[in-house]
């Protein structure tokens, strides 16, 4: 089992997951894992906390077995070739799509000759095929005992289990497109198999060229296929931070909230488990989330009303009328003022504002707007420094930025090196994405103004500007947050 780049310095996980089963101890309490989970901003892997899960067993074999005769469905994708490499993102309204049961998929991805079946039109040695997306509720709707098997209280969740998770089947190859999550942070169990993931920091949005097409609600699309990037087309992506870790069985990767992220599976078979955490921002997310669904609704369906499928992602199947998205804009407005009425008041001792002390003993809903809030931690930015910092060690590793060139500079995929895992007296540990987006925000505008340019240098070149370039400027993440705050002042006046 391999382990994550840079995890030479310590006890090898698969190692240390042995020694501890015995004892069964685990590295963490259930509080101190929902603390670092809460404060952490950037991705970590938790190394011996799923040992005595029953849901480490669940092989795709096992799972044949337990869903059998059950189809479910599978996106198929074009495998990429050292000379067929596309610098365009395989997205999921460009794939096929194949309902079987998880005995066809173990079958044909053995490559039986003359296989018969729902996979038949498919060459195993040209295409992978994605089972993703798969909530436990149902899946196995009628087996629900199977939800203990999975025990996210261990990270602090109490009551959480499969319920609150989906399921991931994939063969060699099988990938999502760079997106990044609209509402939560996430919690990856690997089960089988390994998978390569590609992270950026949130802070790098504008070099990531985010779009809204295909439209999927709670997921931003990057435009730059990642792995193999049209550094022409997309030259300020050159910018952005990588981070590439490979997560192997018997971990668990945590994924800070909007953290941009391409995954891949790297073995003949891959099984992946997560569940993704709300969070206190996640009532203003969903605000955003419905002007952009009533934007992009009401713009791609009045230029063309009968070809939804060509910006409508697969995973969307509710109505797009003008009418429902309304209704859905409002219920979402509602809600965020109800949990502003019903939570408890946020207490500080003092904020900073424009550089200016600020005593307050509660926070209205302006202020609901302008400060992040980071879970229900009352601790200080220095100290949270301080807490996450020291638990970093065997158990608890951090994923760090490549210290590598892109893929397409240097013809192959990366990950970061010892060099970056640990520095002198191990500082890199703190190494920490804590920082104030306050101080990078000039840089963040400057970037966003920056890709705006391109974008606008790249129309010039064209006949048209199209409906996408419009939605492209609209509903960029940036402006929806902004239009979100202005509807919510003005209701709140």
Known sequence: ????????????????????????????????????????????????????????????????????????????????????????????????????????????????????????????????????????????????????????SDFGFPGRNGRESTLWIGSLGAHTPCHLDSYGCNLVFQVQGRKRWHLFPPEDTPFLYPTRIPYEESSVFSKVSVVNPDLKRFPQFQKARRHVVTLSPGQVLFVPRHWWHYVECTDPVTVSINSWIELEEDHQARVEEAITRMLVCALKSAEDPHNTRAWLNPTEVEETSHEVNCRYLNRAISSFFDHSRTS?????????????????????????????????????????????????????LPVLPSSEKPPSERGGIFENDDKDFVGKGGEHFGKLHCTKRQQRMSKSENATVGQIASNHAMAHSQTFISTDDVLDCLVNPQVTKIVAQLLIQGRSL
């Open 1 to 152: 089992m391999a382990t994550p780049p840079g995890a030479s310095a310590f006890t090898g996980p698969a190692a240390a997951a042995g020694e501890e089963e015995g004892g069964c101890v685990k590295p963490f309490t259930p509080e101190k894992a929902k603390e670092i989970v809460m404060s952490l901003q950037q991705p970590a892997i938790f190394c011996n906390m799923v040992f005595d899960w029953p849901a480490r067993h669940w092989t795709a074999k096992h799972l044949s077995e337990v869903l059998h005769g059950k189809q479910i469905r599978f996106r198929m994708g074009m495998k990429s070739t050292d000379t067929g490499k596309t610098t365009v993102p395989q997205f999921e309204t460009t794939c096929s799509y194949v309902e079987a049961t998880i005995e066809e998929f173990l079958a044909w991805n053995c490559d039986h000759s003359g296989i018969s079946g729902p996979f038949r039109d498919y060459d195993h040695s040209k295409f992978w095929a994605y089972a993703d997306y798969k909530y436990f509720v149902s899946l196995f709707e009628d087996k629900t005992d199977i939800f203990q098997d999975v025990i996210w």
């Open 344 to 396: 408890k008041v946020v207490e500080t001792q003092e904020l900073k504002t424009n550089g200016e002390d600020m005593k307050k003993d509660e926070l209205n809903v302006y202020h609901l707007m302008e400060v992040e809030q980071t879970g229900s931690q009352n601790l200080t930015l220095e100290t949270v420094k301080q807490e996450v910092a020291g638990s970093f060690g065997p158990d608890l």
